[in-house]
């Protein structure tokens, strides 16, 4: 089996849905709100695990409550905390979600997702050894995302880098990753004023732009490339972005090809947002096998 290991975060969700936001000084009343385990990084950890991959999570919770939730959940979905780092006496981190006119909105609050240190990592680089492919994102320090990146490279291990949410990656280090999947906003952070097709003429076969309901675009090294996302009727797209790279990684470690595994991923990210929560609608492997019954991963 094909073993996928993510470092980033985990926290706790608190969800609240409502008609419109709220303006300055103003409050409205919602109509739900949901506590859940998310985190980008254990977001990622449960999609692809749900997928049928062996998934080992590096990542940081607090001793209070949540960690507690969170652990559990991870032994529900099949990934492994056996090499997770618990810190005492400091809270759990938490992201705070508004769910308004289709899209949402967040504040994270990093608490123990600070701890997932250059030195931590370090410890676990016999993990990173055993992997097929790492996943990272940006809600963990940016020093241990850069360690991550170049001892990928030094390792010759294939990484997708998700630099989300939006933190400056020197264009040096962005080459490093073997895959970045950043959302049109954050590329157009992460690159400035620079011309979107020029970017990805830079980064062939490498640079993954999300466009939502549009879909996923790169440059395939000849041409430009548009892969279609699915149309499906959206409750709360919160964790889509995760699913996709979750299922990405899964679909490119089994072999398959660029524009299958962003086809692949569009679907399971579609699939997701029809339930509320980030991990709430993460389809399993047996709803994916529907849509894809060949996919190389599914092979038995």
Do not use: W
């Amino acid at each position: 089996m094909k073993h996928i290991v993510i470092i980033g975060s985990s926290s706790m969700d608190f969800v609240v849905s409502a008609d419109k936001r709220p303006e300055k000084g103003e409050t409205i009343i919602g109509n739900q709100f949901v506590s859940m385990p998310g985190g980008k990084g254990a977001n990622q950890a449960v999609a692809a695990a749900r997928l049928g991959s062996k998934v080992t999570m590096l990542g940081s919770v607090g001793t209070d409550r949540y960690a507690d939730e969170i652990l559990n959940n991870f032994k529900k979905n099949n990934v492994s905390t056996e090499h997770l780092r618990i810190i005492p006496d400091v809270s759990t981190g938490t992201a705070h979600i508004t769910i308004a006119e289709k899209d949402n909105s967040i504040i994270v609050v990093k608490g123990a997702n600070e701890y997932v240190t250059v030195s931590y990592i370090e410890e676990k680089i016999n993990v990173i050894e055993e992997a097929d492919i790492v996943l990272i994102q940006q809600e963990i320090p940016a020093d241990t995302v850069e360690y991550v990146i170049e001892l990928c490279e030094q390792l010759q291990k294939k990484i997708i880098l998700n630099p989300a949410p939006y933190r400056k990656v020197s264009k040096e280090l962005l080459k490093k990753a073997t895959y970045l999947t950043p959302n049109e906003h954050e590329c157009q952070s992460l690159f400035e004023e620079e011309n979107q097709s020029d970017i990805l003429r830079q980064f062939p076969n490498q640079l993954m732009i999300t466009e939502g309901e549009n879909g996923v675009r790169y440059f395939d090294g000849t041409k430009e490339c548009l892969i279609p996302s699915y149309s499906v009727d959206v409750v709360d797209t919160t964790g889509a972005g995760d699913t996709f790279n979750a299922a990405f990684a899964v679909s490119l470690v089994h072999g398959e090809r660029i524009d299958h595994s962003i086809d692949f991923a569009n679907y399971a990210a579609a699939l997701s947002v029809k339930k509320i929560g980030a991990q709430g609608g993460m389809p399993t492997k047996d709803e994916m096998i529907k849509q894809f019954p060949n996919h190389r991963c599914f092979e038995v």
